[in-house]
């Protein structure tokens, strides 16, 4: 098995003109594997940081400094290796000195080359027992932004188009068709306004949230219609955005916890929502917990700042019975190592797992790859934007290679 023979870490731009790094390792055999890393706006609290506290010049500084002469010869029969180097040589929870970043780029620049190196593609590396390739997660695609990733919209961050179909071609097809309705339907009812395009592709529009809630469910029970396929309407609230001083605070209202059960209870119902992330603030384990037991069976209930990738707050989520589903972020807990865990305890729960993006991505595809091996049941990655298509594509890709 081969070495390291290079490492190098270098700063790109992430798809909100950002800069992020990006890592290439290469391996005496001639290997090589490079991937990079993105960022979120949205963050969580208990996420690792994703650069040390001077930012990207700092991160090139540790690399540089500490990681690269730790990395350089390591054999890489297993990127657990490497993983296990990354702790090391930043010795903080939270990847502090070196950044969750650049680790998140090395982790996975070496599981790709080690793909290349053993002739497998980057999910069979992954696999996880019983995994062969055959199994495709539907596509979890946001359609609609508000939030912080998005000037001028609703308080909700992402209206989201989900499809579920056994093949990736027909779940995109219906994900994309429902951003495409949406927008004609904007353009119809304010043919004078100006629609926007918000960071993760989705059209951003100066509407209420439950006013793009209906559009959102009526594109989809049209793209029903018309295409035959299962895609129904989802929500990421994020909404420990908008939650202060014990109140989520919307445009519209104000709701304390249990006020704030009842509104998404009632959403969930009234327009058959199939996927809801992060109703609650990040530390209200209970909230999600009375959500999951009023509404569990009829839709995913996904934690994501609330996880954060992260296993023990995974494991007090379980405790709880808090979700039904988690959201997988490598870059939230910066190994692959460490998202497998998350992905291991998740399924020993008979939870549901979600591979996601970031809002500020890179152009690559790995991420498809990241959500086969695990048997992930959703892909979250957008649906416009080269840096989200690149992630569609590669599912595609991969659809095609054991689907006809
Ligand atoms: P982020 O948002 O990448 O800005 O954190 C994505 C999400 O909340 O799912
Ligand atoms: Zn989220």
């Known amino acids: 098995m081969s070495r390291i023979a290079s490492v190098d870490l270098d700063p790109i731009y992430d798809s909100r003109g950002r800069l992020t790094v990006e890592a290439t390792i290469v391996l005496d055999s001639g290997a090589r594997g490079r991937a990079g890393a993105p960022s979120g706006a949205s963050t969580g609290a208990h996420e690792v940081v994703a650069f040390p506290a001077g930012g990207v010049p700092d991160a090139l500084v540790a690399f540089r400094g500490r990681l690269a002469p730790a990395l350089n010869g ?30 998140t780029a090395v982790s996975v620049a070496s ?50 188009a989900y499809a579920e179909e056994p093949r990736p071609a027909d779940s995109i097809r219906a994900a994309v068709r429902v951003h495409e309705l949406l927008g004609a339907e904007l353009h119809r009812r304010y043919p ?51 939650f202060t001083d014990g109140r989520y605070r919307y445009k519209e209202q104000t709701l304390d916890a249990e006020g704030q059960e009842t509104f998404v209870a009632r959403l969930v119902d009234r327009y058959g929502l199939k996927y809801v992330e992060d109703p609650f603030d990040q530390e209200a384990f209970e909230s999600f917990a009375h959500l999951t037991r009023a509404v569990g069976d009829r839709t995913l209930i996904v934690g994501d700042d609330l996880y954060c990738t992260n296993v023990d707050r995974l494991r007090r989520g379980i405790d709880h019975r808090s979700t039904n589903a988690v959201l997988i972020k490598v870059n939230q807990i910066g190994t692959l190592t460490d998202t497998l865990a998350a992905v291991d305890l998740a399924g ?23 959500a086969v091996g695990t048997g992930a049941r959703g892909l979250k990655c957008g649906v416009l934007g080269g840096e989200r298509v690149a992630k569609l594509n590669e599912l595609l890709r991969l659809g095609r290679a054991t689907q006809p």
Do not use: Y
């Not at 993983?83 to 930043?90: A, M, N, W």
């Not at 696999?127 to 909700?156: E, K, Q, Y």
């Not at 395009?197 to 469910?217: C, H």
């Open 192 to 242: 004078k306004a100006a629609l926007g395009r918000g960071d993760e592709g989705g059209w951003v529009a100066a509407i209420g949230n439950v006013e793009a809630l209906e559009l959102l469910s009526e594109a989809c029970a049209k793209a029903r219609d018309e295409l035959h396929l299962s895609v129904h309407p989802g929500l990421d609230l994020a909404a420990s955005e908008f």
């Open 348 to 370: 020993a729960n008979a939870l549901a797992t979600v591979t996601s993006h970031r809002s500020g991505e890179v152009p690559e595809g790995w991420l498809a790859h990241v």
């Open 74 to 103: 390591v054999e890489v029969s297993d990127f657990m290796a490497v993983d296990r180097i990354l702790h090391e040589v930043d010795g903080t929870p939270n990847f502090a000195r070196i950044g969750g970043n650049p680790a």
């Open 111 to 160: 599981a790709l080359a080690l793909g290349e190196e053993t002739h497998r593609p980057l999910w069979k590396v992954l696999a996880r027992p019983g995994i062969d390739g055959s199994r495709f997660p539907g596509i979890v695609g946001n359609c609609l932004n508000g939030g912080r990733h998005a000037i001028g919209g609703p308080d909700i961050q992402e209206f989201i």
